[in-house]
């Protein structure tokens, strides 16, 4: 796939990245709903990151749609953690600064 669309969202988180700078701002998680690939055998579930850096669409793919939305979980969280001064700048509701409520560690697989 070359370009990966977002779909229809099934789920949003809303973060708060923390700016000792520049203020803080909102960061938004859009969750796409899981489909099988185009020729078939496996799915892909599509998501993106608004407000920290590179907004494109991604996707994580599994053998079904229920390990494709696990597998967009886990990636969601490490690409959180790596791109947010490792996660210390962002918060989740009344959550601590690098609590953003997204599971990550290594050994994901990544597509």
């Not at 799915?43 to 920290?52: K, S, T, V």
């Not at 599994?62 to 001064?85: E, K, P, R």
């Not at 700048?89 to 609590?99: A, E, F, T, V």
Request: net charge negative.
């Amino acid at each position: 796939m070359d370009r990966i669309d977002l779909g229809s969202v099934i789920a949003e988180r809303q973060l708060l990245y923390s700016d000792p700078e520049n203020g803080s701002r909102l960061v938004r998680v859009l969750l796409g709903a899981p489909r099988e690939s185009p020729g078939g055998g496996e799915w892909y579930c599509p998501w993106q990151i608004l407000g920290i850096g590179g907004e494109k669409v991604l996707a994580a793919y599994g053998i079904d749609a229920v390990q494709s939305l696990q597998l967009a979980m886990t990636m969601i969280g490490a690409n959180l953690y790596a791109h947010a001064d490792q996660g210390r700048r962002l918060s989740w509701g009344d959550g601590q600064p690098g609590d953003f409520g997204f599971p990550w560690g290594a050994g994901t697989p990544v597509h």
